[in-house]
């Protein structure tokens, strides 16, 4: 016992915790706006948020036992209220239902060693191409919620917004101050960001502070449709949060592996296993997907080295609830600022050498990957065209050997996705 408490730092532990979430409590911020953007009441959304995060981050103490941070993604809550119901037509509750279904199946996968060998056969190219079409797909969102891009009536086509605007002008300087920061190497830029053009926001009297009132999760817990999404009709939507869903997995299990000096399979299948578990909880709860986040690796640096991160960070979200009147003031153009930041931080995955045009038919489907993402607004799109470009070119190339049973099978189930999809 003492031997394995030796090198622990009580104060390591606590400062990861207390810069673990300070870095994250911007999704706190982001998430409950996007799906108050198609109706959900915020405080409503917020209490879901607070819940998926604690409920993730006590799963990565019982299971993957990491110093990871989980929380609901952005990039599947923008895609549920921005892709699935805006531009799809499904209803919120279809949405969750059908996220509900795809977790289940991932579930399923990560109990058995087929997770693994899916995950590490699905192709370099795509795997180095997601980041940067997810990084700019939030760009373009962050972009035009911040008004800096509009589109134009005429043409249906984007164009520049209104720079002199005040809202424009806000946004443009919490991001500007998010980037200096972060080129300055200051852990905590978002949130200085937020805060300092919040407080002059608050000079400019255009924000006041609510008073407090308890959410009523009955407007968001239990609201998935599980009965009804498990049909062919809503097949469409569940593979494409089951393809997000393996996506992220890979990212878990790349962040897993190399966390630490020990590199072996059971880090892994814990972080695996929580994800997934986590990810069937979320739409219960109100939102979609819940793993692991980049913010984690402040943990590391730290120090930290005990369950007693995620386990005080979850209790830390739960907490979060009673911040609601205070994180409730935070205009729409800072909450865009963020989302731009996050594409740049993700497109910076294109340096990767699975995303060169040294091997032709690795980089056009990588290429499809992005720029369909973006054109299309929809991250499922670019994904599926990804795949099966990527096996067409392999066989009529003739480089069979790149071709494997995983790439395969996301083809089919691609092909599966544009044969029911929403024209």
């Known amino acids: 016992m ?3 408490n030796k090198n622990i730092s009580i104060f390591s532990e606590i400062s990861a915790v207390a810069s673990v979430y300070f870095a994250m409590t911007y999704v706190l911020i982001i998430i409950p706006n996007v799906l108050a953007g198609i109706g959900v009441p915020y ?3 917020f209490l879901a948020v607070c819940l998926s995060s604690a409920f993730g981050c006590f799963m990565c103490a019982v299971f993957a036992k990491k110093t990871f941070v989980f929380a609901p993604y952005i990039g599947e809550n923008s895609f549920l209220a921005f892709s699935a119901v805006m531009i799809m037509g499904y209803s919120y509750k279809e949405a969750l239902g059908c996220a509900f279904w795809a977790a289940v199946v991932m579930l399923i996968i990560s109990l058995t060693d087929i997770k693994k060998y899916v995950i590490d056969n699905i192709p370099v190219c795509i795997r180095s191409a997601l980041p940067v079409s997810i990084g700019l797909f939030l760009t373009i969102l962050g972009l035009l919620e911040m008004g800096i891009v509009q589109i134009s009536s005429k043409s249906l086509m984007l164009k520049l917004g209104a720079l002199n605007s005040p809202q424009v002008l806000m946004g443009m300087l919490c991001l500007l101050i998010i980037i200096v920061l972060r080129a300055l190497n200051v852990r905590l830029n978002v949130l200085f960001g937020i805060a300092t053009t919040l407080l002059i926001a608050a ?10 009132s308890m959410p009523e999760f009955s407007n968001v817990f239990l609201h998935l449709d599980m009965k009804g999404t498990f049909s062919l009709s809503h097949l469409t939507l569940i593979i494409t949060f089951f393809v997000f869903l393996l996506n992220d997995m890979t990212a878990v299990s790349v962040s897993a592996l190399e966390s630490g000096k020990k590199k072996d399979a059971t880090d892994y ?3 695996a296993l ?20 980049m913010e984690s690796m402040l943990a590391e640096e730290c120090g930290a080295k005990t369950k007693f991160v995620p386990v005080t960070l979850g209790i830390l979200f739960l907490l979060s609830i009673f911040l609601i009147p205070f994180l409730s003031i935070i205009p729409n153009y800072i909450c865009a600022a963020v989302l731009v930041y996050m594409g740049i931080l993700l497109t910076s995955e294109i ?9 032709f038919s690795d980089y056009v489907p990588a290429f499809l990957l992005v720029v369909l993402t973006c054109f299309t607004v929809n991250l499922a799109v670019g994904i599926c065209t990804a795949f099966i470009s990527y096996i067409i070119l392999k066989v009529c190339t003739g480089r069979f050997s790149d071709i494997n049973i995983a790439s ?13 999809y929403p024209y």
Do not use: D, M
């Open 2 to 4: 003492k031997k394995r």
């Open 43 to 45: 405080n409503a959304a």
């Open 203 to 212: 000079f400019n009297g255009s924000i006041h502070i609510p008073t407090f």
């Open 269 to 271: 299948q814990g972080t």
């Open 274 to 293: 929580a994800t997934s578990i986590a990810s069937c909880v979320a739409p219960i709860f109100g939102c979609v997907s819940s793993g692991v986040y």
């Open 351 to 359: 340096e990767y050498k699975g995303f060169s045009a040294e091997e």
């Open 408 to 420: 395969v099978i996301f083809a089919i189930l691609s092909v599966v996705f544009f044969a029911f």
